[in-house]
């Protein structure tokens, strides 16, 4: 993988930047593409992928619009963290004891989210505890959300804090 290919230079811009740590499933990686899409917001994929992104599976996947998406590819967190030096992270968990909508959110964050199955490393989320965030459910019954939910969720939060939404 190469880091920081971009798929597609957009002209507008959320100012807001939207990280998936290894996603494993392909229809929500295309929601959530179609989400940053929608908004004008950069979508970063991180690691490897559970899926395939060549354009015979984005064909038959039926992900017409993902060229009309900024993706970056990186190998890794690190390499996301230093193509955006400028950014602030925000780390999305179940664990998190933060309330997503006590964040106040700026231009240029980066909301970072994990895999669907085992969500962010415990060790990345240990690093970066004050920076941690979730999104609350009441059901203790319920191990998670949906993960392109949970983007959806946050990314209109972050949008609605910047002002940006309705433009």
């Known amino acids: 993988m ?12 959320s100012g807001l930047h939207i990280a998936l740590v290894e996603p494993e499933i392909p229809p929500n990686t295309g929601n ?42 990186h190998r890794n967190i690190e390499a996301l963290q230093q193509f ?9 968990s179940t664990k998190a004891e933060r309330v997503y909508t006590d964040w106040q ?12 199955s085992r969500g962010l490393p415990e060790e990345l989320l240990r690093a970066n505890w004050e920076r941690c ?3 609350p459910m009441p059901n203790p019954n319920i191990r998670s959300m949906n993960l392109a939910t949970s983007v959806g969720i946050a990314l209109y939060e972050a949008l609605r804090q910047t002002s940006l939404s309705t433009k």
């Open 84 to 92: 955006l030096p400028e950014s602030r992270f925000m780390f999305f």
């Open 133 to 135: 965030l979730r999104i």
């Open 2 to 13: 190469i880091d920081a290919q971009t798929m597609k230079y957009g002209e507008q811009s």
């Open 105 to 116: 959110y700026q231009l240029n964050d980066c909301l970072v989210f994990g895999r669907e």
């Open 32 to 73: 959530i593409a179609r989400s940053c899409g929608a908004t004008f917001t950069v979508l970063h994929l991180v690691g490897k992928l559970g899926f395939r992104t060549d354009e015979k599976a984005l064909h038959r996947a039926g992900l017409d619009y993902w060229d009309k998406v900024e993706i970056h590819y």
